[in-house]
């Protein structure tokens, strides 16, 4: 029981120290809560988005075969279907129209997409939930509305009003917030692709294991093709945000990394008076152990502290609010930008990983410094 | 109760700024009495008194506590014995600021890990000794000096050390609270408590209850008299 | 009201338990509440054959990640440099590395 009294004492001593330098320590747990938060954040959207890719494109194509012309992705002859149809393994193929319409008055590029159903009706369309419209230059981006006639300007210049029969719903924003979904014939009248061409060409697989030896055939059956599995497709998403990818991780290790140079440098700075304090202790009979001990509760309170807080608010930030302060950098030069009520997930480890990564180095900058104080001699408090 | 011998103290050895503090210091200081060091600025009284109060360590020399060789024990262990053995009260008090008298004087026994009740009784029993209990949770900026200063003394005597240390105890204070200072030392001595005290102040050597008056100079003892 | 600070940082840290506790309710919650939308995106994905989220819709290969090729994002020029800012928090997708049908 002793040990643990101890330390209760000392805890008490800490936060009545850190109560009477309570302007340093609130600026400085004010930062670090913003930290935890910015941090946070990233990782409940990143986690909460990799899940939803996963679990919603586990429905794509096992395979999707594209076919190159001049190292770019160009049109698919139809009758390569035919060959690869032969595969054995292969269920079903069907091939795929879809590219990309820019509006040049609302400015924004949608991803036109052929759906079969609306074949026999040609001259309606489906559009996402995150379709907008301008009327007219200079006027608002508006939402468009069933029954409204949307303008298209063909590859030749003259005009296609189509007119829109649905909207895809909102829930879906994530995965077709940007598709129209166009006919066959306004495929063909909107974009000159050859009759006998398609974008590319989806397969439908029994056995995914076989996915290997499948793409391996189309290949040499057609050597100008490329297959991508839905296993790559998985793990593109996987890796979407991974943190060997770019911008992230650089901006999330010179986030930690600049603060715990703040804290060192304001943290740990010992005024006169703390280390006034200091050699009082030693000399009323502390040790330099139990010194050193005030300092690691200093950093560990300051720190849960801060990351209960900041996770609290970032969990709110992200689920609540739509992730709204990372809408700048996310959008880019996006027109259309989904609005992100993405489902929750946490990933208890990642977390714990960030409990670990903000607590020890703050923890450690906070005691580090203060060894010199804290090996000071008993008597000198009786010296100066 | 404790001994010295051939105590030596040099600050900062090798540099240019050598100082020979103490030299050649043998003295024994009897318990139940109470010795006062007494010289001039310079003389060597603080240090002296650090290391009797094993707050410091001598360069050369032997130190005994209760006839128990400490020269060479590791920190860990002299702090314990320090903080169970040797009460002190400072020349400039040392009180800490922002927080209450009663934590103040519970301070000095938080690394023992004792039960907070006990420990407290134990400090609330020594304030009212020094009729302070009313103002136990007050902070220590509020206190007047001689309210300070008895704080400083229950301070020094929440671990029931057998000795007490002061260093130039009466130098900021008044006539009237000196001779106050002098009778709790009074009080201390009849409870069986040795006392030491560094002091220049004729008010402290030249007061009756004081057993034995070391003279110090230049870092030497002069005359260890005895006053009978 | 509390005896001793340490009671304060007890305190904190109950509540702190308490706020991660109420998080991983929401979580289970909000996951079994949105179960039947999930299965319903599932399907449109399936009938549209989608292969790719619309997250960022700046350019072909930040719309359509798994499907583009090296080329893609150096549209004009293999040369020509990086220039859309998705393109960055973007990650390369593995299997530009390897190809599966080496």
Same mark, same amino acid.
């Given at each position: 029981m002793g040990a643990f009294e101890k330390q209760r004492n000392i805890v008490d001593f800490t936060l009545s120290s850190l109560g009477r330098r309570k302007g340093k320590i609130i600026s400085l747990g004010t930062v670090y809560t913003f930290v935890i938060f910015l941090l946070a954040s990233v990782l409940f959207f990143t986690q909460a988005i990799k899940r939803e890719a996963a679990l919603l494109l586990q429905e794509a194509p096992e395979m999707t075969v594209q076919r190159l012309e001049a190292g770019r992705q160009g049109s698919i002859p139809k009758h390569y279907g035919d060959s690869i149809a032969a595969?054995?393994?292969?269920q079903s193929v069907r091939p795929r129209l879809w590219g990309y319409y820019y509006d040049s008055l609302s400015e924004a590029t949608f991803t036109i997409m052929v759906n079969d159903e609306l074949n026999e009706k040609p001259g309606e369309i489906i559009i996402g939930s995150a379709v907008k419209v301008r009327s007219a230059a200079g006027a608002e981006n508006r939402v468009v509305r069933i029954n409204d006639t949307f303008p298209f300007k063909t590859y030749d210049g003259s005009a296609l009003l189509l007119k829109v029969k649905g909207i895809l719903p909102l829930t879906s924003e994530l995965e077709a917030a940007d598709l129209i979904l166009v006919s066959e014939k306004d495929y063909r009248t909107l974009f000159a692709v050859n009759n006998d061409h398609a974008t590319d060409l989806v397969l439908r697989v029994r056995n995914t294991k076989e996915l290997t030896t499948i793409a391996t055939k189309i290949v040499q059956l057609h050597p100008d093709t490329r297959p991508v599995s839905r296993e790559e497709i998985l793990r593109t998403y996987e890796a979407i945000f991974d943190w060997r990818g770019g911008l992230i991780i650089v901006t999330m290790a010179g986030v930690l990394f600049a603060f715990i140079i703040l804290a060192w440098d304001k943290a740990t700075g010992l005024s006169a008076e703390e280390k006034r304090e200091i050699g009082v202790l030693k000399a009323i009979g502390w040790e330099t152990a139990d010194i050193l001990l005030m300092k690691f509760w200093e950093g560990v309170s300051v720190s849960i502290l801060a990351f209960i807080l900041g996770v609290f608010l970032a969990y709110l930030h992200v689920f609540?609010?739509?992730?709204?302060?990372?809408e700048p950098v996310l959008k880019g030069w996006s027109v259309l930008y989904p609005d992100f009520r993405l489902t929750p997930h946490v990933d208890a480890y990642q977390l714990a990983t960030l409990f670990f990564l903000t607590v020890i180095p703050y923890t450690v900058v906070t005691i580090i410094p203060s060894w010199r104080s804290a090996t000071i001699d008993p008597d000198s408090v009786m010296r100066t | 109760m404790i001994r010295l011998q051939d105590i030596r103290k040099v600050f900062n050895? =090798?540099?240019?700024?050598?100082?020979?503090?103490?030299?050649?210091v043998n003295l024994a200081i009897d318990s139940e009495m109470i010795t006062v060091l007494k010289g001039?600025? =310079?003389?060597?009284k603080t240090t002296m008194l650090s290391i009797l109060g094993c707050m410091a360590r001598p360069t050369a020399g032997r130190i005994m506590l209760r006839e128990r060789e400490i020269t060479s024990l590791p920190e860990r262990f002299l702090t314990g014995i320090r903080r169970a053995t040797f009460g002190f009260i400072f020349q400039q008090l040392n009180l800490i600021k922002g927080i209450s008298a009663l934590e103040n004087v519970m301070l000095p026994a938080y690394p023992d890990g004792e039960k907070r009740s006990l420990l407290q009784k134990r400090a609330t029993d020594l304030l009212t000794l020094f009729n302070l209990a009313h103002k136990a949770s007050a902070k220590i900026e509020w206190l007047s000096g001689g309210e300070m200063q008895r704080v400083a003394i229950a301070r020094a005597l929440i671990n029931s050390p057998a000795v007490i240390v002061a260093d130039e105890p009466t130098a900021h204070l008044d006539t009237k609270l000196s001779m106050e200072f002098m009778e709790i030392m009074q009080q201390l001595k009849r409870e069986g408590k040795t006392i030491l005290i560094a002091s220049h102040d004729p008010i402290v050597h030249e007061s009756s209850i004081i057993d034995r008056i070391v003279d110090m100079r230049d870092g030497r003892v002069v005359s260890p008299e005895i006053r009978s | 009201m509390f005896q001793r600070k340490s009671d304060i940082l007890a305190a904190y840290l109950f509540l702190g338990i308490l706020a991660l506790g109420l998080i991983f309710t929401d979580v289970a919650m909000r996951q079994h509440l949105d179960a039947p939308v999930l299965k319903q995106r599932r399907e449109i994905v399936r009938v549209l054959a989608l292969t790719d989220l619309a997250l960022f819709t700046e350019a072909r290969y930040t719309r359509h990640p798994s499907m583009a090729d090296r080329n893609t994002p150096f549209?004009?020029?293999?040369?020509?440099?990086?220039?859309?800012?998705s393109g960055s928090i973007l990650a390369l997708p593995p299997h530009l590395n390897t190809t599966a049908t080496q």
């Open positions: 595969i054995r393994g292969v609540v609010g739509s992730a709204l302060l990372f | 050895a =090798g540099k240019a700024n050598e100082f020979v503090a103490i030299d050649q001039p600025s =310079g003389s060597g | 549209q004009d020029h293999p040369l020509s440099l990086e220039h859309f800012p």
